[in-house]
């Protein structure tokens, strides 16, 4: 009977095949072309929960990755790193340059966790949102982001207005949405992709009160996926909204990730056993990795962050007598002393600690991160001065030394050798430990202990950059910045002149202040910030006040965040590509392929990709915009 | 009784019927004399076990050569970062190699070495802690356990310290001092010495109303007396055991602190610190051995500590003896 | 018994509300920076202030003090501010509670089963075979430090492959009852030793007696000696600490859950200590404590009520 029926099914088939093509269709000549890829449904494991979804209100990049799925923006990223419409349909700006007026896409709607339909998304949702995210009783990480721009929104959060008509931001008709801002911000766009400017239904936030976010039940989607499980500490599902305005771009129908404390440790195990779709692949374990022939086929490089960390020299020491401050503070500001240390380390060897297989890959040689912004279809990292820092390296051993021995013959008699450098370091985790050893070790051993005696100094997790860089208690610390919008100017924030940082108004040098009593740096970003009209000459005097902060070594820059190693079946470059905002964390566009992507593969995806985006930015560019 | 005795009482007996006998330290001594020694039993019966001779020899050769690994020839520095001559980069996971007997960990520094360096420091910690435990300890349970009118006020505050997570107190500690040895060291003292005190209070309330010393307190022995010669023997011994047993419950405890993050600074080698580290890379086969060296090592001085103090608790219990 | 008993209530309580008291004050001497977490420079100061006002962090330490207990006379145990933002205590740990306790007393169980039968069976082996292995067992668990051997079992038996699937699985999943039996197993293990070397040693001291030599005497068989008298003597010992640590079950394993992925209430307090979760941080320390104490409190009257002899109102025993 079996062999019977599978002899027949091929020409059951082949009728049914003739049949239809007999029977005259509408479509028939027409097939819908489905853009919709084949996919596999995602399962991973995480290690750090989050604590609420209320995307109003938290700033924690692993918090807003829910809302990242779940609701839309305004506007989106795509691959490539353009933006696209997404919730708005088109936008104007006023000639002046402060408002901006966005269409609404009809017939977009919000549902519950469960699916069902709730409310259409309207222009209205983003005023009510506003209007919870500056209520200062809900304690919003991110307000200062939206009341930074917004007209008089700082005024409302700080009660010094009660009228909220008087904010910038009004639902003009059920579609038209209207932002006036408190001055002509270039890189605006970008801003509304993140957090505070995403939408809210606000009869549903009276509703839910001071539970919105705090479990999938308490908020609306209108994204992509539906979070319609979440068991804290255990797991979260997605589900595809199949209702999304964009349906046809989500490939993956769902997502599992399962909670685990020891996550990082367990995962690649759990990789090989196929039991999760991708897995961070240790820095310790990597080398073994790479020497098995079937596992090296799986791992592939992860992408690096916007996150720039760089070695920072204090300005300001308030650090106890025992590492002596007033003998640090006469050796920081000497310029060869800087120059010394900024060309005597060897980052590559510290970087070894956190990627021991390709450690240029994380490698920074500017304060801003490559690929971060462009202007006229140039990395802004290659724009003026910074071109020569970005196409070199710092580390040079021959120079340091040189710079050593002037620094010495300088500081003769004036200070005391060997010159105690504090080096507070987090002793949370390992990495940051391991590092500071080496870079003491390697230092020492190059520039010689009777000039440096680097002295490592642990700091418990609790409070710890408030009792270290914060306090000024360091003399040099591996100290962090991520940008809060796309733009230059926010990675000037940490040395402008009431920074937290490194305090360069305090030096000594009197070639660093002007007559008018602010510092050179501080004219230099003065001048940049006013450029609002003229982009490319904007980021020119941008990297220009970048380029003097590295020409005079306050800090030695050093990596970008992100980075490692992974083994995952996600497809890299298909996400949508942003530095800044939620876009980068959506799954939008994905696929889980059968099998991981292996180095080289990746390095050809990757190039393929960097071609892709610089003739994207180009085509923009000769656009217009 | 003899004549004379009789005689005595008699003459007495008009005084008064009872009175207190003066204490003949001698007549005790002769009434109470016998060749049983206590300490002598107690020793004969613990050197007798083979396997306490083995743990004993294994233990001491442990502690000694942890002590001067440092002086003998051909040793490295445990956190010396060992560089390659080729790259000029660290020698990271290096698996062992006549070079790098134990391999090399995660940032090239000798496993060999920084094992050794660890097990001074935890075996430091533990000894200094238990020390603590035994005098602090002691102290408040000997309080505790004998002036009656405390006693309600100190289990009251000894319910009231025990319910506090020891995690705060060592938070607090940790971001007042900084991570250190000293934080370590102060923050187990802090807590360690409260189980001691339990045990020997509740050991005096056991002891001290038992019939000998009931039977001693009549014959007019001075309370000095009775506690070195009633009750401490019999409190030396458990609270050696005690001591003994406290090293591998500190190391434990060290492991359990580095495990939620309150450890030791990981530049300061420690058997808690190895044991996390080896932890992050257990997951790979090639590098298991960072995890597996580190814990036979500890396993190594905890089973013995364990063996010995349980071993010593048997041969000085002088029901035992014979 | 009643009167003895309401007085051993108040105590509790007056311990509690030190405990509580305490612990409230230790934690308002943590910095300010840990309420903030990682955002901390991107804040404006205005917008810090609102957050501590949120968290009811600005009024002076008294004010809170108070504010606390109002609202925990009325039964309330307040609303996470940092763990989980704005979610009642009760809703976090009533979720969490149900998988402690179950893994819990299915250990308490365990171990009570195998410790108890591993020691009587020792006891009576004294000196053979398997009285060696046995204790070589209990040795090896009591010195080792639990995080060491948990690892390993996890690591290698978690390894074991039948037709190329592994028995069992890394991590617990409710829905997979062969994930429920590792963490079983770990969590007894150091049950069971105790257990065992207790049992041990008590029935060692116990046969000698001279109540066993007349039982034997009278020609009671070695079951009923055991059942009638050795086992429910030894019953009474256990009693008292029994109560506390079935109650205690709810605050669960940190080692164990943390490895296994089980969302209980293991480290819950440790987590919550970390993040500076004050409101969290009060209410576990308070069940903890009160459970605790009332648990040894209970053990006395059980205690109480297995062996005549022992009259609270006098008992001047261990606590």
Not at chain 1, 492 to 511: H, L, Q, R, S
Not at chain 2, 29 to 50: A, C, H, M, P, Q
Request: aromatic share 12%; proline share 5%.
């Amino acid at each position: 009977m079996k062999r019977v029926l599978k002899r027949l099914i091929p020409v059951l088939l082949m009728a049914v095949v003739l049949l239809a093509g007999c029977t005259p269709t509408e479509e028939s000549d027409t097939p819908p072309e489905s853009k919709l890829k084949e996919s596999g449904d995602v399962y991973n494991l995480y290690s750090g929960e989050i604590t609420t979804i209320n995307y109003l209100v938290t700033s924690t990049t692993a918090e807003f990755s829910v809302a990242a799925n779940a609701v839309d923006c305004l506007v989106e990223y795509d691959h490539l790193g353009i933006v696209r419409p997404a919730l708005a349909e088109s936008w104007e700006v006023s000639d002046d340059g402060l408002v901006w007026t966005f269409k609404i896409r009809e017939g977009v709607k919000w549902y519950t966790y469960q699916g069902e339909e709730y409310a259409d998304v309207t222009a209205q949702d983003w005023v009510d949102a506003a209007r919870y995210l500056l209520n200062p009783d809900n304690a919003s990480a991110t307000a200062n982001i939206f009341y930074s721009v917004v007209e008089n929104a700082e005024e409302y959060y700080n009660g010094e207005i009660d009228d909220f008509e008087q904010v910038g931001v009004k639902a003009r008709d059920t579609y038209t949405l209207e932002y006036t801002l408190k001055q002509p911000v270039p890189y605006f766009l970008s801003m509304l992709t993140y957090c505070p400017f995403m939408p809210a239904n606000g009869k549903f936030l009276e509703e839910v009160g001071d539970q919105f976010g705090t479990d999938h039940t308490n908020i609306l989607y209108c994204g992509a996926y539906i979070l319609t499980e979440w068991r804290h500490q255990d797991e979260r599902i997605y589900e595809k909204n199949e209702n999304y305005w964009d349906a046809d771009n989500i490939h993956i129908k769902k997502i599992v990730s399962r909670y685990n404390k020891e996550a990082s440790t367990l995962a690649p195990e759990m990789f090989l056993r196929g039991e999760i779709t991708g897995a961070t692949i240790p820095t310790a374990s990597l080398d073994e990795w790479m020497d098995d022939p079937e596992k090296s086929k799986m791992v592939r490089p992860a992408e690096t962050s916007f996150y720039s960390y760089w070695y920072t020299f204090n300005f300001d020491p308030h650090f106890p007598d025992e590492y002596e401050p007033e003998n640090w503070k006469i050796a920081v500001n000497n310029k060869n002393f800087r120059k010394a240390i900024f060309h005597g380390l060897d980052r590559i060897s510290a970087l070894l600690t956190l990627d021991p297989y390709e450690p240029e890959r994380m490698l920074s040689n500017t304060i801003s991160p490559k690929n971060f912004v462009a202007a006229g279809g140039k990395d802004y990292t290659m724009i003026g001065d910074l071109a020569k820092w970005t196409t070199g390296d710092s580390f040079d051993p021959d120079l340091a030394l040189e710079y050593r021995d002037n620094a010495k013959a300088e500081l003769e008699g004036k200070a005391k050798f060997p010159i105690k450098v504090m080096m507070p370091y987090n002793t949370s985790g390992t990495q940051w430990a391991n590092e500071a050893q080496v870079v003491e070790q390697q230092l020492e051993s190059l520039l010689g202990e009777d000039f440096i005696d680097i002295i490592p100094v642990g700091f418990p997790p609790t409070g710890f950059l408030n009792a270290t860089r914060r306090a000024g208690n360091y003399a040099l610390q591996n100290c962090n910045w991520g940008p809060d919008y796309a733009d230059p100017e926010t990675y000037t924030e940490p040395f402008y002149p009431d920074g937290t940082y490194n305090w360069p108004e305090k030096a000594t040098d009197p070639a660093y202040f002007l007559e008018d009593g602010r510092t050179v740096y501080q004219k230099m970003v003065d001048d940049a910030k006013a450029e609002v009209i003229d982009i490319e000459r904007r980021y020119e005097l941008f990297a220009a006040a970048e380029a003097y902060v590295i020409e005079e070594a306050w800090v030695i820059p050093f990596r970008v965040g992100g980075g490692g190693y992974v083994a995952t079946k996600l497809e890299p470059f298909a996400s949508p590509y942003a530095p800044f905002g939620v876009s980068s964390l959506q799954y939008k566009g994905q696929i889980v392929m059968e099998e991981p992507m292996g180095m080289e593969e990746y390095k050809a995806a990757q190039a393929k990709w960097e071609k892709d985006r610089t003739a994207a930015l180009e085509a923009e560019a000769a656009a217009g915009r | 009784m003899s004549q004379k005795e009789l005689q005595v009482i008699q003459a007495i007996e008009d005084e008064a019927l009872f009175t207190f006998a003066e204490f003949d330290p001698e007549a005790a001594e002769r009434v109470g004399y016998s060749d049983y020694s206590y300490w002598g039993s107690t020793l004969k019966i613990f050197f007798k076990n083979k396997t306490v001779i083995f743990f004993l020899i294994l233990m001491a050769s442990l502690i000694l050569f942890a002590t001067i690994q440092p002086y003998l020839p051909n040793q490295k520095s445990s956190t010396k970062i060992h560089v390659s001559p080729v790259t000029g980069h660290p020698l990271q996971n290096q698996e062992p190699s006549k070079e790098h007997w134990f391999g090399t960990n995660v940032i090239g520094q000798d496993l060999w070495a920084r094992i050794w360096s660890g097990t001074r420091t935890s075996l430091l910690i533990a000894i200094i802690v238990g020390i603590w435990e035994v005098c602090f300890g002691i102290f408040i349970g000997a309080i505790w356990g004998y002036v009656r009118q405390l006693d309600a006020f100190m289990t009251e505050a000894y319910n009231v310290i025990n319910n506090i997570p020891t995690t705060i107190l060592l938070m607090l500690l940790a971001y007042i001092l900084r991570p250190s040895f000293r934080t370590m060291v102060i923050a187990m003292c802090a807590t360690g010495w409260l189980g001691m005190a339990r045990f020997v209070r509740n050991q005096i309330v056991i002891i001290r109303d038992r019939e000998y010393n009931l039977a001693s307190r009549c014959l007019g022995t001075p309370t000095s007396r009775i506690i070195t010669k009633n009750l401490l023997p019999y409190l030396v011994s458990v609270i050696v055991m005690r001591i003994a047993l406290s090293i591998p419950g500190t190391i434990g405890w060290e492991v359990f602190l580095t495990y939620i993050g309150l450890g030791l600074p990981i530049d300061t080698p420690s058997l808690g610190n190895l044991l996390n580290e080896g932890r992050q890379v257990m997951m790979a086969p090639a590098l298991r051995y960072q995890l597996i060296f580190p814990a036979v090592v500890l396993s190594v001085i905890t089973i013995s500590f364990y063996v010995l103090g349980n071993a010593f608790a048997d041969a000085s219990d002088p029901r035992n003896h014979y | 018994m009643l009167k003895y008993s309401l007085k051993r209530l108040l105590q509790s309580l007056i311990t509690v509300f030190i405990v509580i008291t305490l612990v409230f004050l230790l934690m308002r001497l943590l910095p300010e920076e840990g309420y903030f977490g990682d955002g901390y420079d991107k804040l404006t100061p205005e917008q810090r202030e609102n957050i501590l006002r949120k968290f009811g962090l600005l009024d002076p330490w008294y004010v809170q003090l108070k504010n606390f207990y109002s609202s925990l006379l009325k039964g309330d145990l307040g609303k996470s501010i940092i763990y989980r933002p704005d979610v009642p205590v009760i809703d976090i740990i009533k979720l969490k509670i149900p998988y402690s306790m179950t893994f819990g007393l299915a250990a308490i169980a365990v171990s009570l089963l195998f410790g108890l039968s591993m020691g009587i069976h020792t006891a009576r082996n004294k000196g053979r075979f398997w009285d060696k292995i046995w204790s070589g067992y209990v040795v090896f668990i009591n010195a080792v430090p639990a995080a060491v051997y948990l690892l390993f079992i996890q690591l290698y038996i978690t390894g074991l492959k039948y037709k190329g699937r592994s028995i069992f699985p890394m991590l617990f999943n409710r829905h997979n009852p062969r994930s429920w039996i590792l963490p079983l197993i770990s969590m007894s293990l150091g049950g069971i030793a105790g257990y065992a070397l207790w049992m041990r040693r008590y029935m060692v001291d116990q046969l000698n007696q001279d109540y066993i030599r007349l039982a034997r005497a009278k020609g009671m068989s070695e079951k009923q000696i055991m059942v009638k008298h050795v086992m429910r003597n030894a019953f009474v010992p256990m009693a008292q600490y029994l109560p506390a640590s079935i109650l205690l079950t709810i605050s669960g394993s940190i080692y164990i859950e943390s490895l296994y992925s089980i969302p209980g209430m293991g480290g819950l307090l440790v987590d919550v200590i970390q993040r500076q979760d004050n409101v969290m941080v009060q209410a576990l320390v308070l069940i903890y404590s009160s459970l605790g104490i009332w648990g040894l409190f209970l053990g006395d009257l059980l205690m109480a009520i297995f062996d005549p002899r022992i009259r609270l109102e006098k008992k001047e025993g261990a606590r």
